[in-house]
């Protein structure tokens, strides 16, 4: 029983880092109807910042405060993604207002090959580490109650904490807020939302920058357990079956289908990997997804679609 409740906490604890990269994935469809696969490439460019101007900072200062230099080159990335924010939608998103979403949606897949290139462009193509704290020991709770208790990653539950937390900020500014408003009523209808006066084209920033940040927490978070290197863009886009699972509008949905689909992955990798030879983690999701998409596109949680005639 403290094996499987071992895994099963693993398996949530994966999960919490796979809903950090999907909730990019909602974020941007909230607000724009169309799928982002740049998500994957901000979180690559978001750690990369983090990691080079951390060490630069952190050399500056002789070494002697890497709290400050953390703290500093966080504000610094995040203002950097603001950037992006602004030059996606001023050269971008502006030029393709009202148009197909299967064009806003190869716009996403060139802005994700345009920021791998400025990325390796201005911080290198080696892979950096992230060093903002977090415990890497694992601690063994309910020795108690199982033999040889159960071994917990303390560096997993952190960035589960910290996921946790980013998901109710993120549920409370799109439903309690007045921006978070406008943006649902932009990805409802944008023509509609310019006719009350919401300015599409700021909604659109602060919505790419709200994702920039979450892909900056979550490039921290993985940069710090993996390192940063240039698979972390792909490595991204493992989320893409959470998104399908929780629905590509929904929140909370992201955060069940990171949970569901961690667990399952875990479990199934020590249950069933020895029957069917091995590797079953890395396409158990993707098999989950389809079964999904044939009998529940739209997720757990996302809405169903109904068209009248």
Excluded at 28 to 35: L, N
Excluded at 218 to 246: D, E, N, Y
Aim: proline share 2%; aromatic share 12%.
């Amino acid at each position: 029983m403290g094996f499987f409740l071992e895994t099963v906490i693993g398996g949530l604890m994966s999960g919490m880092l796979y809903a950090l990269v999907a909730l990019g994935f909602v974020l941007i469809f909230k607000a724009s109807g169309v799928f982002n696969f740049a998500q994957g490439a901000m979180v690559l460019i978001a750690a990369l910042a983090m990691a080079r101007l951390s060490g630069w900072i952190d050399g500056w200062l002789g070494g002697q405060s890497l709290w400050l230099a953390n703290l500093l080159a966080f504000a610094l990335s995040a203002a950097f993604m603001w950037l992006i924010a602004v030059l996606v939608e001023r050269w971008v998103l502006r030029h393709l207002v009202n148009q197909e979403a299967t064009t806003l949606l190869m716009a996403t897949i060139g802005i994700s090959y345009f920021l791998d290139g400025i990325g390796q462009i201005l911080f290198g193509s080696s892979v950096y580490s992230i060093d903002v704290g977090m415990p890497k020991d694992p601690v063994i709770i309910l020795d108690s109650m199982f033999e040889g208790g159960v071994l917990v990653s303390l560096e997993d539950l952190t960035a589960a904490v910290v996921a946790a937390v980013l998901v109710a900020a993120l549920a409370f500014f799109f439903q309690y807020t007045t921006v978070g408003r406008a943006l649902r009523a932009v990805a409802d209808d944008h023509q509609a939302a310019q006719s009350v006066g919401i300015p599409l084209n700021r909604i659109w920033v602060v919505v790419w920058t709200v994702a920039g940040l979450v892909a900056l927490v979550t490039g921290i978070v993985w940069g710090s357990k993996f390192g940063v290197q240039f698979t972390l863009s792909t490595a991204a886009l493992r989320a893409l079956p959470v998104v399908i699972l929780g629905g590509l509008t929904s929140v909370p949905g992201a955060i069940v289908g990171g949970l569901i689909i961690g667990v399952g992955e875990k479990l199934s990798e020590v249950y069933l990997g020895p029957f069917v030879g091995g590797g079953i983690e890395i396409w158990f999701a993707y098999v989950l997804a389809l079964v999904f998409l044939l009998f529940r596109p739209q997720g757990l949680f996302g809405e169903k679609i109904i068209d009248r005639v």
